[in-house]
């Protein structure tokens, strides 16, 4: 039977790291995968994450499974940082999380938990999107449509086609947004356009789906949630998918959330119950290693303020980055300012290269970046920066 099996294309972004480790050039440069790397370009392992682990360590008493909706340390400390401590929401019973196996897993889990119990919604996605989101609801049976998003011409949100789709998406469908860090573009939602997203989702009967992923990596812990915090103001119902691969460096531990708001504390607990099923299904229960790292910094107020520390070193590297491409591709003689690369936020940039140019940067400078023109500013070592802006600019 196997033989009538068609091999699958490359994953669009983990097949390129997978043809990057295979490139012999020396001077290969990879800023394909969404991974955090220091100047000397390794991804560190936070000091409270670390000390996290130690104190685990020497308590750790037994390794049985988990519940279903997984470590109930985890799920108490993630509600807070979504809403904030003591939000009326959490007092009234109306928020509900589950842990999950990475932001790509809560993602799952809603995806099967719609297919399930809204088996004719859409959801819609924003254009361009994370490679994955499509991805993710098709292999759930959840069909997916587009809004408009992203304005090519000026590298900015095109805010008012934007709304215009938004307002256009029928009662009882999906909308996915992106908390902050928009992947791939790095344009946001302004702070003060929110307010105007979450009216016409309510107006429209339309429940969002915030994709909160890199937290702390854009403006801060708490300028971040800006967008899913005035959300929660106009909409009774929501579904936040949120993770700690970026904001924690936990990329193998695979720990995210999802953090349902429902119109009262019956419905939050009809809802949970649901994705239960969902996940019983399908893992049956989350790993622990991950969660009672997050959940022990969280819960300690010295290692809390570590993280803070170790969080703002990591977000300020990505916008130092941003600001030496701008400087060095004028330096150069770009003839495309990159000026808006430091506006954008987060890890990601959209470069505007064409599919063309991105091969030949791979063909001839062995620099690996996703076919859509998307960069992980992050994956640079301060020693590439120069390296890279001379091959794009080739390029161009």
């Known amino acids: ?76 400390m993630v509600p807070g940082l979504l809403f904030g401590e003591g939000h009326q929401l959490l007092a009234e019973n109306r928020v509900a999380t589950v842990q999950s196996p990475g932001g790509t897993g809560a993602l799952r889990i809603v995806a099967d938990f719609i297919a399930t119990n809204f088996p004719s919604s859409t959801v819609w996605l924003s254009n361009p999107t994370w490679p994955n989101h499509p991805n993710i609801f098709k292999a759930a049976g959840v069909p997916t449509k587009s809004y408009a998003y992203y304005d090519e011409s000026d590298f900015s949100l095109n805010y008012d086609a934007m709304m215009s789709d938004l307002a256009k998406v029928p009662a009882g469908d999906f909308v996915m947004l992106h908390g902050c860090c928009h992947n791939p573009t790095g344009v946001d939602i302004a702070d003060d356009q929110w307010n105007a997203v979450g009216e016409v989702l309510k107006i429209g009967g339309v429940t969002p789906i915030v994709d909160f992923a890199y937290q702390g990596f854009g403006s801060g812990i708490e300028e971040d949630a800006i967008g899913v915090r005035t959300l929660a103001k106009h909409v009774d119902e929501m579904i936040v998918c949120s993770s700690f691969s970026k904001n924690f460096g936990l990329y193998c531990e695979r720990i995210g959330a999802v953090t349902t708001v429902a119109a009262d504390a019956d419905a939050s607990a009809a809802v949970i119950s649901r994705l239960k099923k969902c996940i019983r299904a399908n893992y049956s229960n989350p790993p622990a290693h991950g969660a009672k790292i997050v959940a022990k910094v969280l819960g300690d107020e010295a290692l809390t303020s570590q993280w803070h520390v170790e969080l703002a070193e990591m977000r300020n590297r990505i916008l130092d980055l941003r600001k030496q491409i701008a400087a060095t591709m004028k330096s150069l003689g770009s003839p495309v300012d990159f000026r808006f690369i430091t506006e954008q936020r987060g890890m990601f940039s959209f470069t505007g290269l064409t599919r063309e140019q991105v091969q030949k940067l791979r063909d001839e400078h062995s620099l690996y970046i996703v076919g859509n023109g998307r960069i992980n500013v992050a994956g640079l070592r301060d020693s590439q920066v120069e390296i890279a802006c001379k091959a794009i600019i080739d390029v161009l």
């Open 1 to 76: 039977m196997f033989e009538k099996v068609e091999p699958a294309a490359p994953d669009a972004i983990l097949g390129l790291n997978e043809a990057f480790q295979a490139d012999s050039n020396p001077n290969k440069i990879n800023l394909s995968v969404g991974q955090f790397k220091d100047a000397e370009g390794k991804t560190p392992i936070l000091g409270c994450v670390k000390q996290a682990e130690e104190e685990l360590l020497k308590s750790e008493s037994s390794k049985g499974y988990l519940g279903i909706v997984g470590d109930t340390n985890y799920g108490k």
